[in-house]
């Protein structure tokens, strides 16, 4: 394509635009609207991915061994967990650590009871594995793994938390996958219908085009045009917007609601938009082609 | 140049549009296509440009058999024709040379050939001085001859026109028949559809009546008028 004519399609494409100024407004608006629930939908999502995460991250399997378990074997248990991609950490707690630990949390204040038990752990046969997951709905196969394995007396996992946090995780995938869906449906069918007026209004313009021995790509290559620049505005802008409102809302939060710093962490700014601002304008820009592609295919037979 | 071979077209059931048409036209003819409505005038015009394709029988064009055009392949094929049409079909937001440079941009003319060019035929159709002006602001006279120059600007062999002077008063249909005139000697093929019979007449150039669909008359230059 030479650089004249690629210069003269850009700029029929946004003539385009002005020349059907309301319904390129509408298209643009319902097009910022879509972006901004995606970003506003998103950036709740993977606050929240993030929090169940968290959750996750503390979610462990016990793994007790067999009475007169050597060290080598309990060794051998552990090498053999390690090795699982699943598993993010292990860590081992003798017998005498989990009688502290107990200790800690049981006889708090109370110390000297404890003293009763000073030559006898009443755990001697406690001594585990805590094994931590980076994917906590692979829990039961950990678990049918590690029963299988020679001096391993017993696993404590709990099903239930696993089973919530992966129904949940899962839910949420769902959810968005069905959101998104829909605002491509919407946003996909708006842009189609500016370029449908557009193909109306320049339908004599086609035709001389086609008389006169222009090229299929020539013709439709202003409507390509008008949808991405549809696209492009409609999902800049709406990004812009979210990205100085996440800002000042983290702010804002953390101001004003100190006590739930604890409980919930926002991601930074940075580490939303930089995947944020790509994806949306992919989505924008992508929307904006298919919609144009879609109704030229359909209207346009060159 | 121009060859129709026991070319027929129907639309639908019924009377064919074209029926069992053979015509040839030579390179630098200048031809008249004359008839009622409804005698195939316009879907001669239509066939030539494979807009339509014959039910029946074949058409060559430059040597080169319309059906065996690609669809891809159609653009390059109609760069070798001008059409000029009754109602000239300008881009009523652009100006005079905006409208004769859309088609060399349509067929990707470099900048440069088309600032050389759009000028140059501009002033042989005699609006060098109008090309700034907007349709509306130039008479019907002045927008065919934009029409001409749109046509001609990418130098095609053959122009076809449908009617051109169907919307002109006298003097102006005489001057756009006197262009196409010159366009011709200067070796464009150039076939005409018209029923402006008296300016047929006073053409003396070759003359195909038709009616029906079917050719019922081809006289060469002078015969019309004797008639």
Known sequence: ?302 | MIKLENVSKAYSAGIPALNDVSLYIEPGEFVFVVGDSGSGKSTLIKLLLKELEPTKGSISINNQKLGNIRHRDIPRFRRNIGVVFQDFRLLKDRNVYENVAFAQRAVGTPVKIMRRKVPAVLSMVGLAAKYKSYPKEISGGEQQRVAIARALVNEPRILLADEPTGNLDAHNAWEIMKLLEEINQRGTTVLVVTHNLDIVKAMRKRVITMKKGVVISDERIGDFYED
């Open chain 1, 1 to 302: 394509m030479r650089i004249s004519t690629f210069w003269y399609t850009l700029r029929q494409g946004a003539k385009n635009i002005w020349k059907n100024k309301m319904f390129s407004l509408a298209s643009i608006a319902t097009m910022s609207a879509c972006i901004f629930l995606f970003g506003i939908f998103y950036s709740v999502v993977v606050n929240f991915q993030s929090v169940v995460r968290e959750v996750e991250s503390g979610v462990a399997v016990t793994v007790f061994f067999v009475d007169g378990a050597t060290q080598e074997q309990i060794d051998a248990i552990g090498e053999q967990i390690g090795k699982r991609v699943e598993v993010s950490e292990k860590v081992y707690v003798s017998a005498e650590e989990a009688w502290e630990n107990f200790k800690k949390i049981y006889f708090k204040g109370a110390e000297d009871m404890a003293q009763g038990f000073a030559e006898d752990n009443p755990l001697a046969n406690s001594a585990h594995y805590e094994v931590y997951m980076n994917d906590i709905s692979m829990q039961e196969s950990l678990v049918t793994f590690v029963q299988s394995l020679d001096g391993v007396k017993e696993v404590k996992s709990s099903d239930m938390a696993a089973h919530t946090l992966t129904d949940f995780n899962r839910l949420i995938g769902y959810v968005s996958a069905g959101i998104i869906l829909i605002l491509l449906c919407v946003a996909v069918f708006l842009i189609s219908n500016t370029v449908t007026i557009g193909i109306a209004v320049r339908r004599e313009e086609i035709a001389i085009m086609k008389l006169i021995g222009a090229t299929d790509y020539f013709v439709r290559a202003p409507f390509i045009v008008e949808g991405i620049l549809i696209g492009l505005i409609g999902s800049a802008l709406p990004l812009l917007v979210l990205y100085q409102m996440y800002r000042r809302i983290i702010v804002y939060v953390g101001e004003k609601f100190l006590w739930l710093s604890g409980m919930l962490e926002f991601l930074p700014v940075n580490k939303v938009f930089s995947t944020l601002v790509p994806v949306g304008l992919i989505l924008g820009v992508g929307i904006g082609f298919l919609g144009s592609r879609l109704t030229i295919r359909k209207h346009l037979k060159v």
